[in-house]
């Protein structure tokens, strides 16, 4: 043992950290001793490495030494424990005071520490080297706790790293198999429109064929009548014009009605009624489908927009661009008057049939249809109307202007003490004849 070592304090001879007796001392570079456990502890989980004492940083591990000077057992330390001696009595401090927390001899006591708990030296060493290595265990232990904790928190974020990539590629997955789906379906849609207008296109060209062959034979029978006009053969005059007038073209128009009207039954919509706006004496079907009128008043909800003097009612859709197009069916009467926004067609008394225009367009039609057909178009600013079982158009408003939004309108007018019963229909629209 060195001379130095010798003159150390009780204090110089704990490692800073335990702070127990050295074991294993080393020291660091900056000249400062520790328990190696203790040290190599302190810097596995701290950054930058840092002495205690001095606070000097280290940013490379530093290498510490052994201190074989510092490496002594309990008893060498302190060889001569109770032997140390009391500089005001000089004598052997072999006693603790407990109530001023300093050693005393054995005279100390008994002048200066009488009424204070003393207890032997050596005693009150090994109660606080047990307590010290109690606290060291538990600190130990609380290290422990903390890298458990540590590792649990690593692996919870793993398993939350690994579930998110899991749910990333779920999601990449469905959105892919979605973008599929919706191409797939637009590919259908596209060749489903493409086919409809094709199926057009090859009916119209059949038309313009015929109408194109009978103007040819017309022009040809122009030319025939042009011909015979300038004759003065009145014998050959009159048996020419029997002839001619027997090769007129018969053909039936009945095709190209049909045609026309199945062009604008691909754009069918379903329309049912809005009992919100009903006149309360009208009836209305569960399934917004019929309305005829009544005899009673009911008492509904004074909604603004019901009509409460006109017996009418409109559709619940509302249509603010393209084209849409539904049928009714009915014997009803019923008259209203134009403008204020209405383009409708109505039955009057007996068989006179109407468009509400200002003034009103009597109609000329052979029968009255039981099934009327409506086609609006919104952007070229017309409504059409169709005698459905005869392939006719009755009427069309044309150069209207649409800037608002167009609902379906019905008025069934009043029953007539039950002569005018029948109700308006909302029929399904047949075009795959």
Known sequence: MSAATNLLSDDELLCPICPNMFTDPVTTPCGHN???????QHWDINFPFQCTVCK??????PQVRLNPDMKLSRKQKFPNLENRMCRKHDKHLELFCKTDQTCVCMLCSVLDHKTHEVVPLREEYEGKKAELEKTEAEIQQMIQKRRLKIQEIK???KMSKDAADRQKAEGVQVLTALMESVERRLKELIKEIEDKQETTEKQAEGVIKDLEQEISELMERSSEVEQLSHSEDHLHLLQSFSSLKA????????????AELKRVQQYAVDVTLDPDTANPKLILSDDGKQVKCGDVRKKLPDNPERFSYCVCVLGEQSFSSGRFYFEVQSRSTGRDSPGDGLWTVCLGDGSEYSACTAPPVRLSLQSGPEKVGVFVDYEEGLVSFYDVDAAALIYSFTGCSFTEKLF???CPCTSDDGKNSAPLLITPVNNTN
């Not at 000097?56 to 591990?61: G, L």
């Open 155 to 157: 692996e919870s974020v």
């Open 247 to 258: 090769a007129a073209p018969t053909k039936d128009w009945t095709e190209v009605r049909a």
């Open 56 to 61: 000097k940083a280290f940013y490379n591990r």
């Open 408 to 410: 379906s309108y019905f």
């Open 34 to 40: 520790f328990c190696k456990k203790c040290i190599t």
